[in-house]
C-alpha cells in the first residue's frame, strides 16, 4: 500500500541503504554528480560484519562466469585507477591472474572463452609450465591454467573508504552505526526510518548485502546469505608467495573451487573455497568464529596444492557470500516501486565491480537508464523463460 503521509523528514535526493562495498561507491557516483545523498550504515566504516572485509577482494579480467562481465570490468578497471589517483592511496595491486582446471573444467575454458572472445592478452600455460613461472603453484598434471598478466586485487576495505572520503567530498552525508529499521514507499518517493530518525527522498539504492533479503520481502527467497571462512597461512618459503612472483588464483581441483592471493597485509598466503561448507545461514545469526573443520578444509588444500605456502595459522576470518539462484547478480528496480533500485546480491564475485555498478546505480538514478549492459541481472530472468545464456557457479 503506497503511503500518502506528509512527513517533517530530512529530505534527499537519494537515500543509500548499507555503505559497504555496492553503497559507497553508489554514494560517490550519486554525490559526483550534484544529487543530495544519505549513506546509511549499520555498523562502522569500515567494519567486519558483512561482505567486503578480509584485506583483500581478486579483480580480474578473463571471467569464464560469463564473458559479458569482461566490458563492465574494463570500466571498473578505470573507475578504480580514478579513486585511488583521487584519494592517492594506492587500492589496486596487479599480480596476474591464473584461473586454472581440468581442460574441460569451465573455470579454465570459460576464462580461455572469455580472453578469446575479448581479445584479452592472456597465456595457456600446462601445470608444469605454471610450476616453473611461479613456482609456489604446485597444480595436478593434467590441469591447464589461463594467465591474465591484468589480474590482481583490490584493498577492499580501504576501497570502501576511498569511496566514502570521495563520496564526502562531493557533498555526500554519511551515518554509520544508524540502521534503517524500515523503508516505505510514498508517491515518487520513499520514507526511510532508522534507529535515529526519519528521513524522505525520491529514490533509494538498496545494497544491504547480505541483509538485502530481509529489507526487500520480494528477494527474501531468492537470495541466500552463506558463511564462507578465509584463512592466511604463513609460507614456509615466503620468496614464492610474494605479488611480484605469485598471481592471485581460480582452481577448480576435484576437492572443489578455490581462490588465493599473494601475501599482502597480513603476513600470510590467503586461501578460500567457494561455498565453503555450503552453510546458508540467516545472517543475524551468523557463527563468526572459525573453527578446526574450517581451517582444515582450508589447510588440507593450501599442503596438496601450495605445500611451500601452508606453514602455521597466521588468521582466520568469516565473511557472507549473499547467492542468487544462477550466482549472476541482481541490479534491478524494485519489481513494484519504480523509485527503489536494488544492488547488492552479488555471489560471492561482486566486490570488482563495485566501482562500476556505482556509476551504473547513479545513472539509474539520474537519468533512468544506463549506457552499461545489465540485461544479465534484471530480477525478471527468474520468472520469464531464460533469455541469456546460463553461466558458471560464483567466483571471486
Ligand atoms: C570470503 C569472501 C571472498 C570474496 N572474494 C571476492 C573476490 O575475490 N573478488 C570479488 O570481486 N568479490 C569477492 N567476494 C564478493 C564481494 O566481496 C561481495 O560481492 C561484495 O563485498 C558485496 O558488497 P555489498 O555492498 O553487497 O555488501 P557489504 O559490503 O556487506 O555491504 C552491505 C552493507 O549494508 C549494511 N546494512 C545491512 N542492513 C542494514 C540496515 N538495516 N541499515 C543500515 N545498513 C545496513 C551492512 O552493514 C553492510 O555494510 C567475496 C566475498 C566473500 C564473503
Known amino acids: 500500500m503506497m503511503n500518502q503521509r506528509k512527513s517533517s523528514a530530512i529530505s534527499y535526493d537519494v537515500i543509500v541503504l548499507g555503505v559497504g562495498g555496492m553503497g559507497s561507491a553508489a ?12 549513506g546509511l550504515e549499520r555498523f562502522d566504516i569500515p567494519h567486519m560484519m558483512g561482505s ?22 574494463r570500466r571498473a578497471y578505470e573507475l578504480w585507477r580514478e579513486l585511488q589517483a583521487a584519494v592517492a592511496e594506492p587500492l589496486l595491486q596487479i599480480t596476474g591472474s591464473i584461473d586454472a582446471g581440468g581442460p574441460d573444467d569451465e573455470v579454465f575454458s570459460g576464462s580461455l572463452h572469455s580472453c578469446e572472445l575479448h ?6 600455460l600446462s601445470s608444469g609450465e605454471l610450476r616453473h613461472r611461479f613456482p609456489g603453484y604446485r597444480l595436478p598434471a593434467d590441469h591447464l591454467a589461463v594467465y591474465q598478466p591484468d589480474g590482481g586485487f583490490l584493498v577492499s576495505e580501504r576501497c570502501v573508504v576511498a569511496h566514502v572520503v570521495a563520496a564526502q567530498a562531493a557533498g ?28 524522505e527522498a525520491g529514490q533509494l539504492v538498496v545494497a544491504a548485502g547480505a541483509w538485502i533479503g530481509k529489507l526487500v520481502a520480494e528477494l527474501g527467497s531468492l537470495v541466500q546469505p552463506e558463511r564462507q571462512v578465509l584463512a ?46 555450503g552453510e546458508v545461514i540467516d545472517p543475524d545469526h551468523l557463527d563468526r568464529e572459525p573453527h578446526a573443520a574450517d581451517e582444515r578444509l582450508l589447510r588440507d588444500l593450501a599442503e596438496r596444492y601450495f605445500p611451500d605456502g601452508a ?24 519489481p513494484r516501486y519504480q523509485q527503489v533500485v536494488l544492488a547488492s546480491p552479488c555471489s560471492g564475485h561482486g566486490f570488482k565491480f563495485c566501482s562500476v555498478i556505482g556509476e ?5 538514478m539520474q537519468k533512468g537508464a544506463t549506457r552499461h549492459e545489465i540485461g544479465l541481472f534484471g530480477l525478471d530472468r527468474f520468472t520469464a523463460p531464460p533469455s541469456v545464456a546460463s553461466g558458471q557457479p560464483g567466483s571471486a
Open 27 to 38: 554514494c560517490f557516483h550519486l554525490a559526483r554528480r550534484g544529487l543530495r545523498v544519505l
Open 52 to 73: 567486503s572485509h578480509g584485506v583483500n577482494r581478486i579483480i580480474r579480467l578473463a571471467y569464464y562466469e560469463h564473458p559479458s562481465y569482461v566490458p563492465l570490468l
Open 119 to 124: 581479445d584479452l592478452p592472456h597465456e595457456v
Open 172 to 199: 555526500a552525508e554519511i551515518h554509520a552505526r544508524e540502521r534503517v529499521m524500515a523503508w516505505e514507499p510514498a508517491v515518487d518517493r520513499v520514507h526511510v526510518t532508522t534507529d535515529r530518525g526519519e528521513y
Open 232 to 277: 592466511w597461512l604463513q609460507p614456509t618459503r615466503p620468496e614464492l608467495f610474494a605479488p611480484g612472483r605469485f598471481p592471485v588464483f581460480n582452481l577448480a581441483v576435484p576437492e572443489g573451487r578455490y581462490y588465493g592471493f599473494p601475501v599482502w597485509g597480513v603476513p600470510g598466503f590467503k586461501i578460500g573455497r567457494y561455498h565453503h561448507l
Open 311 to 334: 606453514g602455521p595459522t597466521m588468521a582466520l576470518r568469516t565473511c557472507f557470500f549473499t547467492n542468487t539462484p544462477d550466482e549472476h547478480f541482481i541490479l534491478d528496480r524494485h
Open 360 to 364: 551504473i546505480l547513479a545513472d539509474l
